[in-house]
């Protein structure tokens, strides 16, 4: 069983459901981050290769 987290950009509560219950607003979902900045820095370095 798997989670999927959202967050009201309107109040910023975390929530479960599509819209959140106090604002009646369209919840966000909460992205895991993909990659980590040591990720970010090792495509800068490939991006850097020497001529
Ligand atoms: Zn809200």
């Not at 967050?7 to 919840?27: F, H, I, P, V």
């Amino acid at each position: 069983m798997r989670f999927q987290i959202r967050k009201c950009s309107e109040c910023g509560r975390y929530t479960l459901k599509d819209e959140c219950k106090k604002c009646n607003k369209k919840t966000m979902l909460v992205h895991p981050a993909k990659f980590s900045p040591d990720d970010k820095y090792a495509r800068l370095r490939i991006a850097e290769k020497p001529n």
